[in-house]
């Protein structure tokens, strides 16, 4: 076998792996952004249900009595994450586990709180939504069940007032007979849009084979000129 012939075989190889790789995984391929981890005491365990839903929320409180609220066992309230004004992130439960937020969807859903106040357009800036489009293109690069949605109406509209969508969901969605937030400002459709194009920055599987074909076709051009 010819030098230029090991070539191309490695070249096929390459290839097999890099398409064999990409379809196993979107999972992974998204790097978890900078945050500071402390960990609330009031979570518990999913039992196996699937997580479909991000929830968003507001604080209304500053970030400080944010996390004294969640760090106090007496609360019984948390939230997997809270982004502060200047897009610093904070994770307070994992992501496998159950964080107390949102009532009857805390089993399936993981809680966004932004600091900030429903009723304010001033909550919402550069900071704080850059640092939420790259927290839920890794969310749902770790949990592929979350669609890239926000969908419409709320409890009120469903049998039972329970709410039953999927994707990027309010708060107010959820709860609206007692919560408004994250309220009227937040830019749900540029976030997603956002979102969309961190998450097509990842490679395909179809990428990775015409990258390894065209190196192929330049190997297989080589021999043909020796």
């Known amino acids: 076998m010819s030098p230029v012939d090991r070539s191309i075989r490695l070249a096929v ?20 952004p900078p945050m500071t981890y402390i960990a609330s005491p009031n979570f518990n365990g999913r039992n196996g249900t699937p997580v479909d839903t991000v929830v968003m929320h507001t604080t209304e409180e500053t970030l400080a009595d944010t996390l ?11 939230a997997h994450f809270v982004v502060a004004p200047n897009g610093d992130i904070y994770q307070m439960v994992d992501t496998s586990e159950r964080a107390w937020h949102a009532t009857y969807y805390n089993s399936r859903s993981i809680g966004i709180e932004m600091v900030g106040y429903a009723s304010q357009a ?9 640092a939420l489009v790259n927290l839920l293109a890794w969310i749902i690069d770790q949990h592929p069940g979350i669609p890239l949605v926000h969908p419409g109406g709320d409890a009120y509209d469903t ?3 329970r ?3 999927t994707g990027l969901v309010a708060h107010g969605q959820v709860q609206p007979w007692n919560r408004s ?8 459709d540029d976030v997603i849009a956002a979102v969309d194009e961190r998450l097509a920055a990842v490679p395909e599987p179809a990428t990775a084979l015409l990258a390894a074909a065209g190196l192929i076709g330049a190997l297989r051009l080589r021999a043909t000129t020796l």
Request: glycine share 8%.
């Open 68 to 78: 004294d609220i969640f760090l106090s066992p007496a609360r019984q309230v948390s």
């Open 13 to 32: 190889l390459m290839a097999a792996i890099l398409t064999s790789n990409a379809a196993r995984a979107p999972a992974g391929m998204i790097s978890k």
């Open 159 to 161: 049998r039972g007032q």
């Open 181 to 188: 937030d994250p309220g009227p400002f937040l830019p749900w």
């Open 122 to 130: 001033s909550t919402w800036n550069d900071d704080n939504l850059g």
């Open 163 to 165: 709410y039953t969508s």
